[in-house]
């Protein structure tokens, strides 16, 4: 967390509100109780009576599980229109969404999670009427630039509705930890994107027979300030890029892209991880190998090829490029910590999704994964939307409870109850979300 006052860029947009600029200059400490730690015995007892209530299915209890009702925490609002998120980091900025505020069919602009690796061009340096896109490369025979006005004009429009996780959700779980931005849950969120699609664009300016992968261009800059040093410049191989759902967007949930998601331009590549959906877009290369651009090589969004055990010191040569993300969940409603009567059943709503797959069902837990029920599970709107799920559970005594939900994708790959896969850059944490309830 950089704390120089002088910094520029962000700060400029709270000068009005010190009070918040400060909160955000001195960062958000990393609560330890956020982390799915352990605790000692003692802290077990401890923890019971600080949640003042005694454990009906505590035999379950995973020994130094912290409750989830503890791991909660509000957090301060800060960036304007986005109120709500979780502010991780302010330059560059990042910030995620609670999971109950993902809650929503379509997820609102004000609540789509932010994750920048540089600095975004500023709002009054982009002209949507003459902002291009050039598309070229290695094994591109005819390079082309467009306006957006020529996209909208020479090809097919389409709407989906489309999910963006961020390779690094879940980061904050894993021990050792891994650096980077210590997300929990929220870097996730699934929109209505329109646009053209990737692949009309690139057969329309030629594909070469040796094309392997797609590079992204976009117009921020690099951290370090650096002339020409690009903050990410990711891509997608030909077989992904082709596909009917790999969108060059121009609208979000109808309206322009918000600035922070991209504005005026920018790829959407749903089911793999958020950073090959290239924002602020500005030039697409066809590669006829592997896309080496910025955070495409050494350990950038990739995990040892065959599993390691935790801490490992990986060599780069064993590490492999994530594709597809893995099947993962949310309980969206009720918001974790609530209290609730003994006497009524519990509704609980939620959403799941699983990278390129389908979710097949999500389960529900209420005694620390020790039984499972399964939830009523909605089709998605779309390939690579987020599917809605719902369930009833009710409770036979009261106390301190756990809700927990398991998604299982087409595959029969479930999501794990405990952080899967330590791997070096804390990527790929689909462990089961967790919410508290308390049963009075
Ligand atoms: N040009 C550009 N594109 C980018 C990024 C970026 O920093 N610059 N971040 C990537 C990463 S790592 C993620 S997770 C997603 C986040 O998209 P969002 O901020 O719209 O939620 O954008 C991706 N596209
Ligand atoms: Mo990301």
């Not at 040569?317 to 969206?332: F, G, Q, W």
Request: net charge positive.
């Amino acid at each position: 967390m950089k704390q120089g006052r002088s910094e520029r860029g962000i700060h400029e947009l709270y000068a009005e509100d010190p009070k918040r600029a400060d909160w955000l200059l001195w960062g958000r400490k990393a609560d330890p109780l956020t982390r799915r730690g352990f605790l000692t015995r003692s802290g077990l007892l401890a923890m019971t009576s600080m949640l003042g209530a005694h454990i009906p299915f505590a035999k379950n209890m995973p020994s130094g599980l912290i409750p989830a009702a503890l791991a909660a925490s509000d957090e301060m609002f800060v960036i304007p229109g986005k109120e709500a998120l979780t502010v991780l980091n302010d330059r560059p900025i990042n910030a995620e969404t609670p999971p109950h505020l993902l809650d929503d069919d379509v997820t609102p602009a004000h609540r789509l999670f932010v994750r920048n690796n540089g600095i975004p061009p500023e709002r009054r340096t982009i002209d949507f009427t003459t902002w291009t896109l050039e598309i070229a490369g290695e094994s591109c025979p005819h390079p082309q630039t467009f306006t957006i006005a020529d996209l909208k004009k020479n090809f097919r429009h389409y709407t989906y509705q489309l999910q963006l996780e961020c390779g690094g959700n879940g980061r904050s779980e894993f021990n050792p930890p891994a650096k980077g931005n210590q997300w929990s849950l929220g870097a996730i969120g699934c929109a209505t994107w329109t646009g053209v699609r990737l692949r009309d664009v690139l057969e329309s300016c030629g594909i070469k027979e040796d094309a392997v992968y797609t590079g992204y261009y976009g117009g921020d800059t690099h951290l370090s300030g650096i002339a020409g040093k690009v903050a990410i410049s990711r891509g997608v191989p030909m077989s992904k890029a082709l596909e009917n759902e790999s969108l060059i967007a121009w609208a979000m949930n109808g309206k322009d892209i918000p600035l922070l998601n991209g504005y005026p331009l920018r790829v959407v590549t749903s089911g793999w991880p958020a950073s090959t959906s290239g924002k602020w877009l500005k030039k697409i290369v066809i590669r006829n190998r592997v896309h080496d651009g910025m955070k495409m090589t050494g350990y950038a969004y990739r995990v040892p090829c065959n599993p390691v055990a935790p801490g490992t010191n990986v060599p780069s040569e064993d590490m492999c490029i994530i594709e597809s993300m893995p099947v993962k969940s949310l309980a969206t409603f009720p918001k974790s910590g609530i209290t609730h009567s003994l006497a009524r059943p519990l509704t609980l709503r939620g959403k799941a999704w699983a990278g390129d797959l389908e979710v097949k069902d999500v389960f529900v837990s209420t005694d620390f994964g020790g039984t499972w029920q399964k939830a009523t599970l909605h089709p998605p709107v779309n390939r690579l939307a987020w599917q809605k799920w719902e369930a009833t559970v009710t409770f036979q005594q009261d106390g301190y409870y756990e809700v927990w939900a398991r998604a299982v994708d087409r595959n029969g790959r479930s999501q794990p109850t405990v952080v899967p896969g330590w791997n070096p850059k804390g990527y790929l944490n689909n462990a089961s979300h967790r919410i508290a309830v308390q049963v009075i």
